[in-house]
């Protein structure tokens, strides 16, 4: 009688070709399953039956190993010691297993790591979610990445047909991997959504006694670097558009909020190098005097801060004298930019801030800045950089005034006082929008 599932086995759901084959019954106490299973990482019928046969050449020495470990063992062991014999009655996983075998259940999981060790589904199943949820809580992730993760994990879990991580092996990542650059998905997002997402869970499930071993590790995405055509700052011209046009006129249909948005954020980034998204969260009881200089806090309290530090920045006498203070002053204190109330949509993963940004950006392409080669939002980040530099402002001020990492041990000792700041900020030049450039051009 042929041997079921001698070639490849394809996955009725996703198309994917797997390989199957039953364990002999003196090796199923060891690994804990009657089947072996892996995805090949194809739904090409060629290439499939290819890399079965190469993944049942691994089996078959994998097996052998066993079977001489297994009898080396047995022979060290002392007469009176329990061993595992292949007429051992199997676990209620192993026979769970047993029976998906026989059925040709569409439930498939992915075979054991190629490591000839006990693997970690011996110790019992580590579903994918209640781990997730005790990890997110532990490390206190951001909403945003408790929703992509949870994204990619749900991802990882239809592709292999399992949610139980410890029946994920190396070769099931590094095919998960193949198939999703073959799918076309760009390289950095599989290296810092899919595989880190997938890699720092396993991590810490190990930490916590969870899995034995990480099968993610060492599997690496090689990301090739992207041709660059221009710097990443805004040039003079791009930032004197988006700044004229922020004066309006603009659709009377939008919020007050949003208008304000328009009318100050760009210039709150071109004077203070912030990311875009410290800014739409800025609230009216985050601008406040520091002795007779203005500033305005950034802080994770008001929303999302990459560092999770506060800082503070100096307001530009320019921002003053436009009247940037008065408006958010009369806001009172709550958001400046954005009105809770009418925040149906907004969720904890994407707040409503978040979304303010991204109309921004899509207003700066409207308005004609659209080399893909600059971001409409990040260009100001870019550019203080570069006009700083220009005016040789100290590169540790820059830096505290962005909210970038120190650049070195010493430079995490003290703190810049408010007056170094302020005095930095003081030698940017204005933008004047009269004249149609920088007063330093």
């Known amino acids: ?58 089996i078959d020495e994998r097996w052998g190993l066993l079977r001489r470990s297994a009898a080396a063992l047995a022979a060290l062991a002392p007469p009176e010691s329990a061993t595992v014999s292949g007429t051992e009655a199997p676990s209620r996983r192993h026979r769970s297993d047993c029976r998906s075998f026989r059925s040709g259940s569409d439930q498939v999981a992915p075979a054991s790591s190629s490591i000839p060790a006990v693997p970690s589904a011996l110790a019992g199943s580590v579903p994918w979610r209640p781990t ?23 991802a990882l879990e239809d592709t292999l047909g399992t949610d139980d991580l410890a029946l994920i092996t190396r070769g099931d990542l590094i095919a998960w991997k193949r198939d999703l650059l073959a799918a076309g998905r760009n390289p950095r997002t599989i290296r810092d ?32 670097n992207k041709p660059r055509l221009r710097d990443r700052d805004f040039t003079d011209g ?57 500033v305005i806090r950034i802080t994770p309290e008001a929303g999302s801060v990459k560092t999770g530090r506060w800082r503070d920045v100096p307001l530009h006498p320019h921002l003053v004298e436009q009247g940037f203070v008065n408006f958010a002053l009369g806001c009172g204190s709550g958001p400046l930019f954005y009105d809770p109330a009418r925040g149906r949509n ?47 402002i100290d590169p540790g001020v820059l ?15 003290g703190r810049y006082p408010i007056e170094a700041t302020f005095a930095a900020i003081c030698r940017m030049p204005r933008y004047d929008i009269a004249a149609g450039s920088n007063d330093h051009l």
Request: charged share 25%; proline share 7%.
């Open 132 to 154: 997730f949820e005790a990890y997110a809580a532990e490390a206190k992730l951001a909403p945003s990445t408790i929703k992509r993760w949870a994204g990619v994990l749900t």
């Open 346 to 392: 907004g969720q904890a993963a994407h707040p409503i801030y978040k979304k303010v940004g991204e109309r921004l950006a899509a207003w700066v392409r409207a308005i004609g800045v659209v080399d893909p080669g600059v971001d409409p939002n990040h260009g100001w980040r870019h550019r203080f950089k570069t006009v700083g530099r220009r005016v040789g």
């Open 399 to 413: 830096d505290a005034i962005q909210g970038h990492a120190p650049r070195t041990e010493g430079e995490h000792y």
């Open 193 to 224: 959504a899919h595989i880190a997402a997938t890699k720092a869970l396993m991590n810490w499930a190990v930490a916590n006694g969870r899995l034995d071993m990480n099968p993610a590790a060492g599997v690496v995405v090689t990301v090739p």
């Open 238 to 294: 791009e930032a004197m558009k988006v700044l004229r046009a922020s004066f309006g006129p603009h659709d009377v249909r939008l919020s007050r909020e949003h208008a304000a948005a328009r009318r100050w954020i760009p210039w709150l980034c071109a004077y203070g190098g912030a990311r875009v998204n410290e800014m739409t969260q800025l609230r009216g009881r985050d601008v406040h005097q520091d002795g007779a200089v203005w």
């Open 1 to 58: 009688m042929p041997m079921p599932f001698a070639r490849p086995w394809r996955h009725p759901k996703t198309g994917m070709y797997w390989f199957r084959r039953r364990v002999p019954r003196e090796l199923q106490p060891l690994l804990g399953r009657c089947e072996e299973r892996r995805t090949l990482g194809t739904k090409e019928p060629a290439l499939a039956r290819t890399r079965y046969l190469q993944a049942a050449v691994e």
